[in-house]
């Protein structure tokens, strides 16, 4: 195989130019779409439908399901990474699958699921009925939904890093009487910090946007139930099109940031690599 720079100048230039346009037909473009609609009429209408109650309720309740949903994928991804990159188990496969299992279902069924399980007619459903406990078109069922499609985006980010890393650092610990945990936080998460916040950034960014599978569950109560996602399609539906891209363009900002942190923690990562 030729090297990159044994390729001739103009295959380069081509190749350059055609990323560079398919970036900004489908990145640049949409983006500057939703902020162009959103500030049409200037900042009172913007302000006017963030501020809303309906809109604030969905912002905080996105921000909620969120808190909820990172951490627990957080702790969750990591178990999870450290079994399958750290030991050799009956079933390790099998959990390997169950990983990546939210990356191959539509959002959709999986929210179809939450219903079958806890729905009214489904097969919990009756028995938290009985005892007044509302899983589906409620919080719950937001959180369950979202715990679900976010589940592999920590897991998938430590699993080849810890993999390549091994075990011999951690087995020097432990030669030299560290226990587990003092393993654990002074070996084991040092070497993966910068690793497990992106994944934790990317869960968070996947947590606020998702859409299909919170869109099954949640019944679409406004004031209650509706994510930012959500909210956008009624205003939508509804012709309300300022109101709709002012909170779409506050989720896209909330992507950007996230989108920015990330490249500052793997430009961190990348120095932390270089050091000794």
Not at 80 to 100: H, K, M, N, Q, T
């Amino acid at each position: 195989m030729r090297p990159a720079a044994a390729e001739p100048a103009w295959l380069r230039a081509l190749l350059v130019g055609a990323a560079l346009l398919l970036a900004v037909l489908f990145l640049l473009l949409p983006l500057a779409a939703i902020f162009t609609e959103a500030l049409r009429r200037g900042w009172p209408p913007v302000w006017a439908a963030l501020s809303d109650p309906d809109a604030l309720s969905a912002i905080r309740l996105t921000l909620l399901v969120a808190a909820i949903a990172v951490p627990v994928n957080t702790l969750g991804g990591l178990a999870g990474a450290w079994c399958i990159a750290r030991y050799r188990f009956p079933g390790r496969a099998l959990l390997l699958a169950l990983v990546e299992l939210p990356f191959s279902v539509s959002p959709v069924i999986s929210g179809l699921v939450w219903v079958l399980l806890f729905g009214a007619h489904g097969w919990f459903g009756p028995w938290l009925a009985e005892h007044d406990v509302q899983i589906i078109f409620a919080v719950p069922g937001l959180v369950l939904a979202t715990l679900f499609v976010t589940f592999p985006f920590v897991a998938r980010t430590l699993i080849p890093l810890m993999q390549e890393q091994g075990r011999e650092a951690e087995e020097a610990a432990a030669t030299l009487g560290a226990s587990g945990w003092q393993s654990f936080f002074r070996v084991t998460l040092p070497q993966i910090r910068w690793a497990l916040l992106s994944g934790v950034l990317l869960c968070n960014a996947r947590a606020m946007g998702e859409f299909g599978a919170v869109s099954v569950v949640s019944g679409h109560i406004r004031g209650e139930t509706n994510t930012m996602p959500l909210h956008v399609e009624i205003l939508y539906n509804e012709y309300q099109f300022v109101g709709a891209f002012a909170v779409a363009a506050l989720l896209a900002l909330l992507a950007l940031v996230t989108l920015a942190a990330k490249a500052v923690l793997e430009r961190g990562a990348a120095r932390a690599a270089m050091l000794p």
